[in-house]
T-cell receptor
Framework: GAGVSQSPSNKVTEKGKDVELRCDPISGHTALYWYRQRLGQGLEFLIY????????KSGLPSDRFSAERTGESVSTLTIQRTQQEDSAVYLC????????????FGSGTRLTVV | GQNIDQPTEMTATEGAIVQINCTYQTSGFNGLFWYQQHAGEAPTFLSY????GLEEKGRFSSFLSRSKGYSYLLLKELQMKDSASYLC???????????FGGGTRVLVKP
C-alpha cells in the first residue's frame, strides 16, 4: 500500500483481556518495527523484524507481549492479560533498509485498558 | 546501551528561530534522525545526519558532531504549524532499530 496501515485505530479493553494489534507495512519494506508511546513521552522500542531473520525482541516489556510477522507482510502484536499500564499508543513503522530516510510510521493504535 | 537527552519543552515566537539540542551516548552509531510529531499523529521524518556538519532543508537544518555526541535541529522563520514535538533518534546500524529521546515539545506563540 501507499503507507503503513494500522488497525484498529482505537481500542478500549477491560483489564485482563487479550488484544491483538495489526500492522500492514509498505509493500517491499523488509524491516518492520513496533514502538510504544505513553502520553507525553518518547517512543519505546518493542520489537524489530528483518526479513526471515530472528526478530529482535529485546524491547518487549514482559512475556505478556508477543509479535509475529509472516515473511515481509502483515505483523500482529498481541498483549495478553492487559493491565492499565499497557495503555498507550502502539506505533508500527517499516523501512526498505536502503537510503537513509529512517522509517515510515503508521498512525498508531491507541489502546486504553479500563 | 544508548542514552539520548533533549529538553522537554521550548517556547518561541512566530517568525523567530528555535534550536533544539540533542546529546547522545551510544555503543555504536550509524546516524541521527529528527522526526516531527503533531499531537495525536504519527512521527514524520525531517532529517538524517551521519557525517559531521550541517544539513539544510528549507526552514529546517540539522547539525551533527560525532566526537561530542551532539546534534541540534534549527527551525527558522517559525510558523504556528511548527508547534509539535520534535524527536531525536539514533541508529546503531543501517536499518536497525532507532532509539528515541523523550521528545521536545515546541510551542509557537503569535
Amino acid at each position: 500500500g501507499a503507507g503503513v496501515s494500522q488497525s484498529p485505530s482505537n481500542k478500549v479493553t477491560e483489564k485482563g483481556k487479550d488484544v491483538e494489534l495489526r500492522c500492514d507495512p509498505i509493500s517491499g519494506h523488509t524491516a518492520l518495527y513496533w514502538y510504544r508511546q505513553r502520553l507525553g513521552q518518547g517512543l519505546e522500542f518493542l520489537i524489530y523484524f528483518q526479513g526471515n531473520s530472528a526478530p529482535d525482541k529485546s524491547g518487549l516489556p514482559s512475556d505478556r507481549f508477543s509479535a509475529e510477522r509472516t515473511g515481509e507482510s502483515v505483523s500482529t502484536l498481541t498483549i495478553q492479560r492487559t493491565q492499565q499500564e499497557d495503555s498507550a499508543v502502539y506505533l508500527c513503522a517499516s523501512s526498505a533498509l536502503t537510503g537513509n530516510y529512517g522509517y515510515t510510521f503508521g498512525s498508531g493504535t491507541r489502546l486504553t485498558v479500563v | 546501551g544508548q542514552n539520548i537527552d533533549q529538553p522537554t519543552e521550548m517556547t518561541a515566537t512566530e517568525g523567530a528561530i528555535v534550536q533544539i539540542n540533542c546529546t547522545y551516548q551510544t555503543s555504536g552509531f550509524n546516524g541521527l534522525f529528527w522526526y516531527q510529531q503533531h499531537a495525536g499523529e504519527a512521527p514524520t521524518f525531517l532529517s538524517y545526519n551521519v557525517l559531521d556538519g550541517l544539513e539544510e532543508k528549507g526552514r529546517f537544518s540539522s547539525f551533527l558532531s560525532r566526537s561530542k555526541g551532539y546534534s541540534y535541529l534549527l527551525l527558522k522563520e517559525l510558523q504556528m504549524k511548527d508547534s509539535a514535538s520534535y524527536l531525536c533518534a539514533v541508529s546503531k546500524a543501517a536499518g536497525n532499530k532507532l532509539t528515541f529521546g523523550g521528545g521536545t515539545r515546541v510551542l509557537v506563540k503569535p
